[in-house]
C-alpha cells in the first residue's frame, strides 16, 4: 500500500523536465496521470529516487483538430472523451476512452502514459496504430518523431529512449467509419479482447481499412494482412472472415486469469468481426 | 375523546414499530462522513504494525533477519514466534478445536502467512521496515489438492500434530484429514439407492471465495499500565467472545479488559474470528507501554483471512419414475487450508451442512464430510454462510436439476412435487432438524406467476429453435431456486462458540422524560440495527422508535452476547429485545394501574398507554408512566423502569425463498447478461420493509459475484491467482441489473414476534439461481453440471465442449 | 526523508501540512488533516472508497501522491452539507437506503455529486456507467441509483422553482 521514497521534481517547462531526465537517467520515472505508475509504485514492485512531474509543463497539453489532429500528451482520457472537435473528427477516440477503467481513473490518466509506458493491456496503442499515429519525443538532443506502428518492442519496452519524454501524438484525420470493441470481465478491467477498426468505403466498397489489436500479444498487434484483406471488397463475409484469419495469423496471446489461448483466439476473432461490422456501417453513413 | 385526539393508526404510525420502512437513524452520520471505523481512531503516542508475509505456500522459516529493520528510524520493535512463545501466544486456538500459529513457527503452511509483526511510529515507516527484514526460507512441497492430500505418502503439512489419531471431533485417518461428520442414516439411504426406479448422481462443487467487505480488518489495542486495563477497538463481529478470548489467551481479568466493535464497514462473516493481526497489536501495546494500530491491506485480507466455501460434494439422489424423491446421499471433501478455523459453534464441525434436504420432503437421507488441510489460508465459514447452509443450498438445488433432467421432468413441477407440505410443520428432516415454519407452495405459485414462468419457457424454447437454425448465437436459461435456510443459531444445549452458549441479550432503561436506551449484545456492520431494533421495542413498550437510542458494541456497557452473523439477530436478540420491552410493559403495567387506582388487571394495553377496562377515557401514556416510575413512591416495587432479557431460543428459525433468474448468453464469448431476477423471500414477521429490501439486493449482489466471477484460486505451487481486485471480481454498477422483490409471511411459531431473520437468504439463494440459469441455458445439449465460477471463459468452454463453436 | 511544506483548500478552507512527497493524498487527508469520511478499501485503485473532488475532478485520492496535490482544491464528503444542512444527494441517500455499511458512502455521494454536474439529468444507464468506479458490497447499487436519480429529479425542481 506504501510507496517507496523519492524526491519529487515539477518543472516549468519541457526543457527543464529534459534537463532534470537527463540528470539523474535511470534513477528517475516521469509521471503523468499517474494511474499506471503510483499502484506499481504501491505494490512495490518499482523503486527510484527521482519523480518528474510534467502536469507543470503547458506544452504537453491542448487539442488541435484540422487535418491533423494533435493531442499533447497530458491530455487527459476525460478531456478526450468530452472535447467537441474531436468528437467530430476522430469519434473512435471518444469510444475507445470511454471504455478505458471508470471516470476516476480517467480524469487523471492521459493519453501520453498510456502510450508511452509499453503495458499490453492499455488500450491506446492499439488505437493509435490503427489510425497510423505518430508519436513527437523530446529529449536532450532535440524532437524526433516514432510511428506508433514502429513504437512497440515488448511489454515495458519502447522506442523512446530513457531520457526522451513522448510529448504529443498526431495522426491525420480518420476516413470513412471506425469502431473500438471491447470485450472485459468488467469494467475497469483490461481488454480479454479489443479491435481497433478503421475503414472508408466508397461505392460500396472498403477503399482502406486499418486493424489493430490490443491484450493479445506483448505488444499492440497492427495487423496489416488483416486490413488488406478487407480491402477491395464489399465487407462480406468472404473478405471478413479472410481479415479475422490474416489477424488470428498476428496475434500470440497468453493464458491468464482471463482465459487460456484458445478463448482469447475465439473471442479475438468475434470482437474483430463487430468492430468490423460497426465501422462498416459508420463508413456507409457518413459518420466517421 | 375529540377530533384533536390522534385515531389508533396515528398512534401506531407514530411509533414507526414493526412493519414500518423507517428511515435509518445511523445515516446522518455515514452521509455526512462521520462514521467511526477503526482505522478513523488516533490516539496520543499511538504506533502502527504491520508483518511481513510469506511469499511461499509451503516453506520452513530458516532465518529471520531484522537488525536492518531496527536500525531505520521510526522503528520501535520487530515481533517473532520466538518473542510470543514464553507468553504462550505464539500459537493461538481456533473456534473449531484446532490451533493456528500467530507467527511462523519454524515453519508457514500459506502463501501470505504472518512471519513477523513490525511496530513503527506510523504506516510508512512499517512499510519501509517490512522490505528490510531478511527472512531464509526453505521451499516444500505444497499440496494445494484436497483428494491427494489423503492419499498414502502425501507431504504432511501439520506436522505439530503429526502423531495425533485423534482430533478436536474425532478419529484422523491421515496426517491432513482433519474430521469425520456424519448426520442421517447410512444403511437406510443405501438400501433405499439400492432399489430406486432413479437414481441421480454428481459432484458439485462450490468453490473458494472471500466476503471481502470494503473495510479490511484492524485493531487499535491500547494497554493502560497504570490502571492496568486493555482496550481494543476492531473489527469484531463478535466483541464479548474477543474479550473473553482475550482474557484467557493474555492472563488478562476479564473485568479489566474492554472491547469496542466501532462503525464496521461491512463484515460477512470474515471479521468473526481471532487473527493473528489481533493478538500482535495486544502484545505488541503491552510491551510497548503505547496504543498499537494494525489495519490489513486488501491483499493481506484476500490472502490470509477467513476465506469461504470450497466444498466438493458427491451426491446421489434417488427417486421414483414419477418424481418422488426417495432417499439422498452426500459425501462432501471440505478443503480447510493449513489450519481448521472454521467459525462454527463447536458442536458442528460442518457446521450445517446437513440442511441439505433443503425444502423436500426426503424420508431416508445420509451427509459425510471429510475436513482435510492444504496450504490454504485457514477459514471456510464465512460469507452469508449461516454455517455451511450456502453449500447445502447449492448442493440441493443442484441435485434437483440433474434428477429433474434425468427424469424428463420440469424442475419446477418435480420441486413442487416434494416440497414439505404447510400441513407437516414444524418438520422433522431426515437428518434431524425441526423446521419452525412454511407454505411453500403458495411462496413457489406467486413465484412461478409473477416472472410467468410458462411464457418463458416458450421463450426459451423458441429461442433454442432459432439458435439451431442459426439464427442467433445466444441461449436463454432460467435459473429456478427454493431454498430452505437455517438460522438464529441457536439453542445453548447444543450451539456455542469456544463453550459461549449462544443466546443473546437486550437491556433496557426507561428515562424519566420517556424516552430509553437499549443495549444489545449483537453488533451491526451495515443491518441499520440501531434503526431496526428500536423499531421492535416501539411496538412493545409503545414509545415512539424516535425516541429510543439503540447501543452495541462496547463490552464495558453492553450485555454479553454472542454477537452478529448467521442472521442470528434478529432470531435471538431481536426475541430477547421483544422480552425485555414486555417485562418493561409489565411493571408498566403496574405503575399505570396504581396511578388510575384499579387493580392490576383491570387495565388494558393500547398501543402506547394502559387504559381502564370498560372507561377508556381514562388511561396513562408511557411518557406519564416512565416519570411516575422516577417520581412516585409505588408501594411494593423499586424506583425506575429498566429490564433485561437473556434469551435462549428453543430452536433455530427457518426463512424460505423462491428466486428466478433469467440470462442470455452469448456462447461466442462467454458472456452472460441477466436479463431478470425475482426474488421472494419469507422471513416471517418483517420489521422493516426498506431494511429487508437492501439485505436482499446487497446478497443477491454477493450471489451474482460468486457464481459468475469471483473465486480465490491457487496454483499448483499454492500461489493466490486473485489476490487483487483486478483478478477478484466485484461487480459494479454497470454488471450489477435491478431486482424485483417480493415477499409472503409465515411467522416463526416459537419466536416472540415470529420474525426469523432475512441477512443471508439472498445469498444462500442466489447463487443457486444464477448458476441454474448458467446450466439451464445448455440443458437442452446435455450439460448436467459445470463448475463455477461461470465466468466467461469457463462458459465460452462448456459451449465449445458440447460443440456449439461448429 | 525530508516532508515538503503543503498548502491545500480542502472543503472551502486554505489548510497547511507537512508530508513526504510520497505520502498518498489520502493519507494526508485522513491522517495529517483529520478528514476521516473518504475511506481506503484496496491498494490497487479499484474500490474508489477514497474518491474526493479535486480541481473539479473526481479522483481517487489513494493515487496522487502529496506532491502532486499542492496547491489543489479538494471537497470531500464532509463539504457537501450546506448551512441549511444536508445537501440533497445526502438527503436521497437516507431518503431512497442507498447506504448500509457505510464505508463507501463517502466516496460514493462524492462522485454522484461531480456526476450531477457533468450530467445533471442523466438516465439510469449514465448513473451506472458514471458511479462504475466505486464499489459497494452491501447495497447492490439499486438504491444508491434511484438516490441518485431522485437527488438530480429534486435538483431540477429547485432549479425550475427558483427560474
Known amino acids: 500500500m506504501i510507496p517507496p521514497a523519492f524526491d519529487y521534481h515539477r518543472p516549468a517547462d519541457l526543457p527543464a523536465a529534459v534537463a532534470l531526465l537527463s540528470e539523474h537517467g535511470e534513477d528517475a520515472r516521469l509521471i503523468a496521470g499517474g494511474h499506471s505508475l503510483i499502484p506499481m509504485m504501491k505494490l512495490r514492485m518499482t523503486a527510484f529516487g527521482h519523480l518528474i512531474d510534467l502536469q507543470g509543463v503547458a506544452a504537453l497539453r491542448g487539442i488541435e483538430v484540422g487535418a491533423t489532429v494533435r493531442i499533447g500528451a497530458m491530455t487527459t482520457q476525460h478531456e478526450i472523451l468530452t472535447h467537441a472537435g474531436l468528437a467530430e473528427a476522430a469519434p473512435i477516440l471518444a469510444e475507445a476512452a470511454r471504455q478505458i477503467a471508470d471516470p476516476q481513473v480517467r480524469y487523471m490518466g492521459t493519453l501520453g502514459g498510456n502510450v508511452a509506458n509499453g503495458d499490453p493491456g492499455n488500450d491506446m496503442p492499439g488505437l493509435m496504430q490503427c489510425l497510423d499515429a505518430t508519436y513527437h519525443l523530446a529529449g536532450p538532443d532535440g524532437e524526433r518523431t516514432v510511428a506508433a506502428r514502429a513504437f512497440y518492442e515488448a511489454a515495458y519496452v519502447t522506442a523512446r529512449a530513457e531520457d526522451e519524454i513522448l510529448t504529443a501524438v498526431s495522426f491525420a484525420r480518420p476516413a470513412g467509419g471506425g469502431a473500438y470493441e471491447k470485450q472485459k470481465r468488467k469494467i475497469g478491467d483490461y481488454a480479454t479482447a479489443a479491435a481497433a477498426v478503421q475503414i472508408a468505403m466508397e461505392g460500396g466498397r472498403v477503399t482502406a481499412a486499418s486493424v489493430a489489436m490490443t491484450n493479445l500479444s506483448d505488444v499492440p498487434v497492427w495487423s496489416e494482412a488483416a486490413g488488406a484483406a478487407l480491402v477491395g471488397s464489399a465487407c462480406d463475409e468472404e473478405a471478413v472472415a479472410a481479415a479475422v484469419a490474416a489477424m488470428l495469423a498476428d496475434i500470440d496471446p497468453a493464458s491468464d486469469n482471463r482465459g487460456p489461448v484458445e478463448f482469447k483466439r475465439h473471442v479475438a476473432g468475434v470482437i474483430l468481426r463487430r468492430a468490423i461490422a460497426r465501422a462498416a456501417d459508420r463508413a456507409e453513413g457518413g459518420q466517421a | 375523546m375529540n377530533d384533536l385526539t390522534p385515531s389508533r393508526e396515528e398512534r401506531t404510525a407514530n411509533l414507526k414499530g414493526l412493519g414500518c420502512a423507517r428511515k435509518r437513524v445511523e445515516d446522518a452520520r455515514f452521509t455526512q462522513g462521520k462514521g467511526n471505523y477503526v482505522d478513523d481512531i488516533k490516539l496520543p503516542g499511538m504506533l502502527f504494525g504491520d508483518f511481513v508475509r510469506s511469499p511461499y505456500a509451503h516453506a520452513r522459516v530458516i532465518s529471520i533477519n531484522a537488525e536492518a529493520a531496527l536500525a531505520l528510524p521510526g522503528v520501535i520493535a520487530v515481533l517473532t514466534a520466538k518473542d510470543l512463545e514464553p507468553l504462550g501466544l505464539h500459537w493461538m486456538p481456533t473456534l473449531a478445536g484446532d490451533r493456528q500459529m500467530v507467527l511462523a513457527d519454524g515453519k508457514v503452511l500459506f502463501q501470505g502467512q504472518e512471519v513477523a509483526f513490525v511496530v513503527a511510529e506510523n504506516r510508512y515507516v512499517a512499510a519501509d521496515a517490512i522490505e528490510l527484514i531478511e527472512v531464509e526460507y526453505e521451499e516444500l512441497p505444497v499440496v494445494t489438492d484436497p483428494f491427494k492430500a489423503l492419499e498414502d505418502g502425501a507431504t504432511v503439512l501439520r506436522e505439530d500434530i503429526a502423531d495425533k489419531l485423534e482430533g478436536a471431533h474425532g478419529p484422523r485417518r491421515h496426517p491432513n484429514h482433519i474430521f469425520r461428520w456424519e448426520a442421517g442414516d447410512e444403511a437406510a439411504t443405501e438400501a433405499v439407492l439400492a432399489e430406486a426406479e432413479v437414481v441421480a448422481e454428481e459432484t458439485v462443487y462450490y468453490h473458494r471465495t472471500h466476503p471481502c467487505p470494503l473495510e479490511t480488518c484492524g485493531c487499535v489495542a491500547s494497554m493502560d499500565k497504570i490502571n492496568g486495563k486493555l482496550t481494543v477497538w476492531g473489527t469484531f463481529q463478535a466483541p464479548h467472545v474477543v474479550r473473553t478470548v482475550a482474557s484467557l489467551l493474555s492472563g488478562i481479568a476479564e473485568h479489566n479488559i474492554r472491547v469496542v466493535s466501532p462503525d464496521i464497514g461491512g463484515g460477512f462473516g470474515n471479521k468473526v474470528g481471532v487473527y493473528p493481526g489481533y493478538v500482535c497489536a495486544i502484545v505488541a501495546s503491552i510491551v510497548t507501554a503505547r496504543p498499537v494500530k494494525w489495519i490489513e491491506d486488501r491483499m493481506d485480507n484476500l490472502m490470509a483471512t477467513a476465506f469461504a466455501r470450497d466444498y466438493w460434494m458427491k451426491g446421489r439422489i434417488a427417486a421414483t419414475k414419477d418424481g418422488r424423491i426417495t432417499g439422498l446421499w452426500c459425501h462432501t471433501t471440505a478443503d480447510h487450508g493449513a489450519f481448521d478455523a472454521c467459525a462454527d459453534p463447536t458442536k458442528f464441525p460442518a457446521g450445517f451442512f446437513h440442511i441439505c434436504t433443503g425444502s423436500y420432503d426426503i424420508p431416508v437421507a445420509w451427509v459425510g464430510v471429510d475436513g482435510v488441510y492444504t496450504n490454504k489460508a485457514p477459514g471456510g465459514v464465512a460469507y452469508r454462510c449461516s454455517f455451511r447452509v450456502t453449500e447445502a443450498a447449492y448442493f440441493i438445488e443442484r441435485m434437483i436439476e440433474v434428477l429433474a433432467m434425468k427424469l424428463g421432468m420440469d424442475s419446477a413441477e418435480l420441486r413442487a412435487k416434494n416440497f414439505i407440505r404447510k400441513e407437516q410443520f414444524p418438520y422433522t428432516s431426515a437428518l434431524g432438524w425441526e423446521y419452525d415454519s412454511g407454505d411453500y407452495h403458495t411462496a413457489w405459485d406467486k413465484a412461478l406467476k409473477a416472472v410467468d414462468y410458462e411464457g418463458l419457457r416458450r421463450e426459451q424454447a423458441e429461442r433454442l429453435e432459432a439458435f439451431r437454425r442459426g439464427e442467433t448465437r445466444t441461449l436463454m436459461g432460467i435459473g429456478l431456486t427454493f431454498f430452505t435456510e437455517i438460522v438464529g443459531a441457536g439453542p445453548v444445549k447444543n450451539c456455542d462458540i469456544l463453550g459461549m452458549g449462544m443466546f443473546d441479550s437486550c437491556e433496557i432503561r426507561i428515562h424519566p422524560t420517556g424516552s430509553a436506551i437499549a443495549r444489545l449484545g449483537t453488533i451491526s456492520q451495515g443491518q441499520g440495527h440501531a434503526t431496526t431494533f428500536a423499531q421492535i421495542l416501539a411496538s412493545e413498550i409503545g414509545i415512539p422508535a424516535d425516541d429510543i437510542t439503540v447501543e452495541e458494541g462496547d463490552t464495558d456497557t453492553a450485555p454479553y452476547g454472542l454477537g452478529t452473523y448467521g442472521s442470528r439477530s434478529t432470531p435471538v436478540a431481536g426475541a430477547a429485545t421483544a422480552l425485555a420491552g414486555r417485562k418493561i410493559r409489565a411493571k408498566a403495567q403496574m405503575i399505570a394501574a396504581w396511578l388510575l387506582e384499579v387493580h392490576d388487571d383491570d387495565v388494558e394495553w393500547d398501543i402506547d398507554r394502559f387504559a381502564v377496562k370498560g372507561a377508556p377515557e381514562r388511561f396513562k401514556t408511557m411518557k406519564e408512566i416512565a416519570f411516575a416510575a422516577y417520581n412516585q413512591a409505588i408501594p411494593g416495587l423499586e424506583p425506575g423502569l429498566e429490564a433485561v432479557s437473556y434469551y435462549d431460543p428453543p430452536n433455530m428459525t427457518y426463512p424460505f425463498g423462491a428466486y428466478v433468474c433469467v440470462m442470455d448468453i452469448d456462447v461466442d464469448t462467454g458472456t452472460a447478461d441477466i436479463r431478470q431476477f425475482y426474488a421472494l423471500d419469507d422471513c416471517g414477521t418483517r420489521i422493516n420493509p426498506m431494511v429487508i429490501e437492501g439485505q436482499v439486493h446487497g446478497g443477491l449482489t454477493e450471489a451474482l459475484a460468486i457464481a459468475m466471477g469471483q473465486e480465490i484460486a491457487y496454483d499448483e505451487m499454492g500461489n493466490v491467482k486473485t489476490g487483487t481486485l483486478m483478478d477478484f471480481f466485484l461487480p459494479t454498477a454497470w454488471e450489477t441489473p435491478n431486482y424485483v422483490t417480493d415477499w409472503t409471511e409465515t411467522p416463526s411459531p416459537h419466536h416472540p414476534i415470529g420474525a426469523k431473520g432475512v441477512g443471508e437468504s439472498p445469498n444462500v439463494g442466489g447463487v443457486p439461481a444464477f448458476s441454474n440459469a448458467v446450466h439451464d441455458a445448455f440443458r437442452a445439449f446435455g450439460l448436467t453440471q459445470t463448475h463455477m465460477p461461470h465466468d466467461h471463459w469457463r462458459i465460452w468452454q462448456t459451449a465449445n465442449r458440447l460443440g456449439l463453436h461448429g | ?163
Not at chain 3, 479499484?46 to 502529496?66: E, I, L, R, W
Not at chain 3, 462522485?111 to 447495497?139: D, F, I, K, S, Y
Open chain 3, 1 to 163: 526523508m525530508s516532508k515538503m511544506h503543503l498548502k491545500l483548500t480542502v472543503n472551502g478552507q486554505a489548510v497547511e501540512t507537512l508530508a513526504e512527497p510520497r505520502e498518498l493524498l489520502i493519507h494526508v487527508l485522513r491522517e495529517r488533516l483529520d478528514i476521516t469520511g473518504p475511506h481506503i478499501g484496496c491498494e490497487t485503485s479499484h474500490c474508489g472508497a477514497c474518491t474526493v473532488d479535486m480541481d473539479g475532478k473526481s479522483v481517487k485520492a489513494c493515487t496522487v501522491f502529496a506532491a502532486q496535490a499542492q496547491g489543489a482544491e479538494i471537497t470531500t464528503v464532509e463539504g457537501l452539507a450546506g448551512p441549511d444542512g444536508m445537501h440533497v444527494l445526502q438527503q436521497m441517500f437516507r431518503e431512497h437506503h442507498g447506504l448500509q455499511c457505510g464505508y463507501c458512502t463517502p466516496g460514493m455521494i462524492t462522485r454522484a455529486w461531480r456526476l450531477l454536474q457533468e450530467t445533471p439529468r442523466p438516465t439510469e444507464e449514465e448513473v451506472r456507467h458514471g458511479m462504475a468506479g466505486n464499489l459497494c458490497r452491501c447495497t447492490g447499487y439499486q438504491n444508491i441509483v434511484k438516490a441518485i436519480l431522485a437527488a438530480s429529479d429534486a435538483m431540477a425542481a429547485q432549479k425550475e422553482a427558483a427560474e
